[in-house]
């Protein structure tokens, strides 16, 4: 893809074109606003979120570690969810051991060569939020979280969602302004939506995490 995503298009209109497809094959191996959601299939969803998003930060943390005004900017340290997966599992009354263990089972992701490829996969991992608002109404009405749960990992921002969001959207326009290169954020978006879509593909077949 050109540097400049085709004649100086606005990048994240760039990124939401690009990856339509991809958002929405992981939309529908979640199913995450199905009417029928049993706890069992959630706590499925969640193992595997937690430890997709173990990997993805691992990867983000390699970089901030090199590119730390970079990774200020954009609120780095405040954007870590890993945590809060592994907290809706314990919630949910389900064994964390398995994903908690360094040994365990991980997605194998690229490495987060530069800031170019962070942003990429941030667009991801922060534009799930705006979706995950809708997801912690819609898991409030049914009966499978249990009375007293309250999930934290898909709206871990709460009132501040949109601002994170528009943080991260303004800062990401800066730096392909300011000449990062807006196809190596889309390709790196594109291959985040594209491994998050594979590693949860076992639980749109039935398969247990």
Excluded at 89 to 96: E, H, I, K, S, W
Excluded at 122 to 145: D, K, M, Q
């Amino acid at each position: 893809m050109p540097r400049d995503t085709g004649g100086g298009a606005d990048v994240l209109a760039v990124l939401r074109s690009a990856t339509a497809a991809e958002h929405e094959t992981v939309e529908q191996t979640l199913g995450l606003m199905d009417p029928h959601l049993h706890r069992d299939r959630l706590v499925d969803v969640l193992t595997r979120l937690h430890a997709f998003w173990t990997a993805a930060e691992a990867g983000l943390d390699a970089w901030a570690a090199r590119e730390p005004a970079d990774a200020a900017r954009l609120a780095w340290d405040r954007r870590r969810r890993a945590d809060l997966f592994a907290a809706d599992l314990r919630a949910l009354g389900a064994d964390t051991a398995d994903t908690a263990d360094p040994g365990g089972a991980r997605p194998d992701l690229a490495a987060v060569e530069d800031t170019d490829q962070a942003l990429g996969r941030l667009y991801v991992l922060e534009g799930s939020t705006l979706g995950g608002t809708f997801i912690s109404r819609h898991l409030a009405t049914l009966p499978t979280p249990g009375p007293d749960v309250r999930l934290t990992a898909f709206s871990p921002y709460g009132r501040d969602t949109g601002a994170m969001w528009h943080t991260f959207r303004q800062a990401t326009r800066a730096h392909v302004s300011a000449g990062g290169d807006a196809g190596r954020v889309v390709g790196a978006a594109r291959d985040t939506f594209t491994a998050l879509a594979a590693w949860c593909a076992p639980v749109a077949a039935g398969t247990p995490a």
